[in-house]
């Protein structure tokens, strides 16, 4: 039986080298992906960034190197993933697809990708984009994120959880037990 090795990601503490260039934009904070960016810089501007391995087995050819940046100007709750340019169009919507899945994102979280019609400045949140379960496991599977412990007020959760990523005007509508809904993705209670 051959052993299958899953594909993970791991930081990297280095940028890409030579020219990179944007294949997907994700409606998420950079928070949402790192506790410490770095800066970095490019010819036109300073940026914010995590920077990443997608690891797909053990040679260092089988590691894709990207970034998760948040440029100034930008909404904040909007990253883009960066591949080098070295890397071939057919070659880089596998690695997003790759990376997305990866990284565990609500495919709602996916705004454009490369090969998709963009207008620079109309980034527009997917309309079916809320927070999920995949989300409050990303936010909380690091105990240093989401320290509360037991117990938190609703006010301490929501503010935590806006660190991360924008809760939606659905998040925020009151379900028939006037809660938010967002609480019941926290807490989900019997139906």
């Known amino acids: 039986m051959t052993?299958?090795?899953l594909e993970k990601i791991e930081l990297r503490a280095h940028p890409i080298s030579g020219h990179v260039s944007p294949h997907a934009i994700i409606h998420r904070k950079l928070a949402y992906f790192t506790e410490e960016p770095v800066t970095g810089s490019d010819a036109?501007?300073?940026y914010k960034t995590a920077r990443f391995n997608l690891i797909q087995g053990?040679?260092?050819?089988?590691r894709v190197s990207f970034d998760i940046r948040s440029y100034p100007g930008f909404p904040e709750d909007v990253v883009s993933i960066y591949l080098s340019d070295d890397v071939?169009?057919?070659d880089a919507a596998f690695y997003i697809d790759k990376i997305i899945d990866a990284l565990s994102l609500p495919a709602t979280a996916v705004t454009w990708k490369r090969g998709q019609p963009y207008e620079h400045g109309k980034v527009?949140?997917?309309p079916e984009d809320r927070l999920s379960g995949l989300d409050i496991h990303n936010i909380?599977?690091?105990r240093k994120r989401f320290p509360f412990g037991m117990w938190a007020t609703f006010e301490e959760?929501?503010?935590k959880i806006e660190q991360f990523m924008s809760l939606t005007a659905h998040d925020l509508e009151l379900d028939g037990e006037g809660l938010p809904n967002w609480v019941a993705i926290?807490?989900?209670g019997p139906k």
Do not use: V
């Open 186 to 188: 926290i807490a989900p």
């Open 124 to 126: 527009r949140r997917h």
């Open 3 to 5: 052993d299958l090795l």
């Open 157 to 159: 959760l929501k503010a």
């Open 140 to 142: 909380i599977s690091n």
């Open 58 to 62: 053990d040679t260092p050819s089988q």
């Open 88 to 90: 071939s169009s057919r």
């Open 44 to 46: 036109l501007d300073e």
